[in-house]
């Protein structure tokens, strides 16, 4: 048996291959096609929750489709690290958007009651000292909570953990454009965790320098430096059908699916996705600065009327009735201040545009790689994908460098 013959039976399960393992009961190769009609009490089962991550922690039934290359498709070091930087990344933006979400409202709180005064006058308030206080109080926390995020920098750190978690993720991937190295797996694994190691060795060593590393990739004029693994060949289709089979699903498709659901609406599971909150923002901005000029306009034929009938009884005061139109002008000015410093913070309509921008080319890439025929447009297709992947990556952090809510 020549080295081709025995590779194909390193992928697809041949003899000396063994069994797979679900849900930890050995599984022989002869086994029933019939699955279990009912299943355990309290089992979970996939489908019903969103889920993140799955195509670095790829499922064991998966895994066992691919038995010549599941050391390539799912990397238990890589997948450790990978999950450090995942949670730092949430932790850090839980904590830059609510904190400064929080500092935009009671900084607000103490201007919105101020143009209340107005409106109510200062004697209404006189009576109400503990409103003022209190309002005046929020101010001091606002300026406060903005203190605290810059002295914790969560937002720089955000956008650290995304770098070094996304640029593993493309780390990853990028592998399988090096036919050569994904040879290696099938024919001389020890030869092929040799070489792994070593690039891995040589990524954790640049990582040391993550912040040098990600200013890097962010102003880069050249490209050369977004891919880790040189694009070679695959020496015929033996190994590269399964790893084109495996991509479809875990990086072609995965992505696609993932960016299409930050922009749709999602109905009752975790509130309004991107376009929602873009529309809603923009319309509350827009429509209360009109509502504010509209009042300021109201309130220069009250003063005008009030100069030109000088003597004439009005049905109102006029002063004061230009006083509560002032008032409720700034009320409403103040209202769409807030909700463009609102999608300031969270990067509207910027983050929603991009994310369709990228959404839209997967979905060209991906038809392309479905629709070729040859292992070298396949290979072409990868390349561009993570071609995409490494732009989007940095137009989500030349954005997010810039987000801030209040100062």
């Known amino acids: 048996m020549d080295h081709r013959q025995s590779a194909r039976g390193r992928l697809f399960g041949g003899r000396g291959s063994g069994g797979c393992t679900v849900g930890g009961i050995a599984m022989k190769q002869k086994s029933s096609a019939v ?85 109510a006058g200062e004697s209404a308030f ?25 002295r914790k920098q969560h937002r720089v750190l955000w956008c650290q953990a995304v770098f070094c978690r996304e640029r593993l993720r493309q780390w990853h991937f990028q592998k399988f454009l090096d036919g050569k190295l994904i040879h290696l797996l099938v024919n001389e694994p020890a030869a092929y965790e040799r070489e792994l190691g070593r690039r891995w060795g040589e990524l954790q060593q640049n990582l040391l320098d993550g912040p040098g590393m990600m200013g890097e990739f962010m102003s880069a004029g050249s490209h050369r430096n977004d891919f880790f693994h040189e694009a070679v060949a695959y020496d015929g289709e033996t190994i590269a059908k399964p790893v084109f089979d495996a991509l479809r699903t875990l990086r072609f498709q995965h992505q696609l699916r993932f960016s299409r659901v930050k922009i749709e609406p999602e109905g009752e599971r975790t509130g309004m996705a991107l376009k929602q909150r873009t529309t809603l923002s923009e319309t509350v901005a827009s429509a209360t600065l009109a509502g504010a000029i509209l009042v300021t306009a109201l309130t220069f034929f009250a003063s005008s009327a009030h100069i030109l009938f000088h003597g004439t009884a009005f049905p109102w005061d006029p002063l004061t009735l230009t006083r509560d139109l002032s008032g409720a002008a700034l009320f409403l000015g103040l209202l769409s201040a807030a909700s463009r410093a609102y999608r300031a913070g969270y990067t509207l309509p910027d983050e929603a545009e991009s994310c369709e921008e990228y959404c839209d080319h997967v979905r060209e890439l991906t038809a392309v790689f479905e629709n070729v025929s040859s292992d070298r447009e396949k290979l072409h297709a990868m390349k561009h994908l993570e071609e995409e992947s490494a732009a989007e990556l940095r137009r989500f952090l030349r954005m997010k460098a810039r987000a801030t809510f209040v100062f």
Do not use: T
Request: aromatic fraction near 10%.
């Open 35 to 119: 699955a279990p009609a009912v299943s355990l009490a309290g089992e979970k089962r996939a489908g019903l929750n969103m889920e993140y991550n799955h195509d670095l922690d790829v499922s064991e039934g998966f895994l066992c489709a691919y038995p010549g290359i599941r050391a390539a498709l799912k990397d238990a070091r890589l997948l450790e690290a990978f999950q450090f930087y995942d949670r730092q990344a949430r932790a850090h933006k839980r904590s830059f958007q609510l904190l400064g979400f929080s500092s935009l409202i009671l900084g607000l709180i103490p201007l919105l009651v101020a143009s209340l005064r107005m409106i």
């Open 126 to 150: 006189a009576r109400m000292s503990q409103i003022s206080i209190l309002a005046e109080f929020c101010g001091v926390a606002s300026v406060c909570l903005v203190l605290w995020i810059r």
